[in-house]
Every structure is written in structure tokens, then in C-alpha cells.
């Protein structure tokens, strides 16, 4: 089984030196019944289905496939309802670890979100002097949550 251990964190954007390139992402979310988490992810050139389990810790279960970019624009338009999530992200190696930090627009303009896949719960990576605070475990940060709940209404 694939599983996802990351955590995720604010971000003081003035001490970051940002990569020249970032990549683009466009997603949606197709609801379910429980608390299954299906997202269609347009990401630069290429699309992604992801199917993601309830979250325990900072652990949960993580399936991706890579699709055709119009099946995923139709998906989007079709399956997913209400708004999409618009973001940048930005790949930084901060000493053991590839950071990925997304800085959102639309009606989440203003946040800045940094996360950081593990190899376990108990790994503890160094922090960048740009993290500000932890907030692994609320769930306003969510991505899914950012649809019906956007930054831009807190």
C-alpha cells in the first residue's frame, strides 16, 4: 500500500529565495460518501487521478495515476464540484529534504503553505529559517477544505 507522512507548515515568504520556475497546479475534487479523498490534479503539462484515506497522525494512504490532461480538464469540469484550487509551487532541497512550497491564488490568495514528505512519523527534518508555524493537523489547510472554506473568508 503507498502512504503519504508528511507534515505542513506557514511560511515567512521575505526569507525564502524562491526558484526562478515554479509549476503550476489547477485541482478539484470529486466528493465522496466517506472520507476518501479523490482529486484531479492538472500540474504543469501532465494530470494526475489521486485517491488519498482518512488521515492518522501525519500518515494516511495515497494512490496516484498519471492521465491524459483532457480526461482531467473534463473530470474537473464535470466531476468536480464548486471551485478549483489555483496554486504555484516551488521545489526547495532544504539539507535531506525536498521541500515543496505552495503559494495559492484565487480565494486563497495570501497563503503560503510549505510541506514536507517523511519516511516516518517519528522523523524529525530540520526546519528552513522560512518556517513560521506547524499546522500539520488543522484541517483549514487542507486543500479539500480550501474549496468551501477559502483563505480569503478567515
Known amino acids: 500500500m503507498a502512504q503519504e507522512i508528511e ?7 521575505d526569507k525564502v529565495d524562491l526558484p526562478k520556475q515554479g509549476l503550476t497546479i489547477c485541482q478539484g475534487y470529486i466528493q465522496t460518501a466517506d472520507k476518501t479523498t479523490v482529486r484531479i490534479r492538472i500540474m504543469g503539462d501532465k ?77 524529525q527534518p530540520e526546519l528552513p529559517d522560512w518556517i513560521t508555524q506547524e499546522v500539520t493537523g488543522d484541517k483549514r489547510y487542507y486543500n479539500s477544505n480550501l474549496l468551501t472554506h477559502p483563505f480569503k473568508n478567515w
Open 7 to 13: 507534515r505542513k507548515f506557514l511560511v515567512d515568504i
Open 47 to 123: 494530470a494526475f487521478l489521486t485517491l488519498k484515506g482518512e488521515t492518522h497522525g501525519f500518515s494516511r494512504s495515497e494512490f496516484e495515476y498519471e492521465i491524459p490532461v483532457s480526461d482531467a480538464r473534463q473530470m474537473l469540469d464535470e466531476l468536480c464540484k464548486g471551485p478549483v484550487v489555483d496554486k504555484t509551487r516551488y521545489l526547495i532541497q532544504h539539507q535531506q529534504h525536498l521541500w515543496e512550497l505552495d503559494i495559492f491564488a484565487g480565494d486563497n490568495q495570501g497563503l503560503i503553505v510549505a510541506e514536507v514528505e517523511l519516511s516516518s512519523e517519528t522523523e
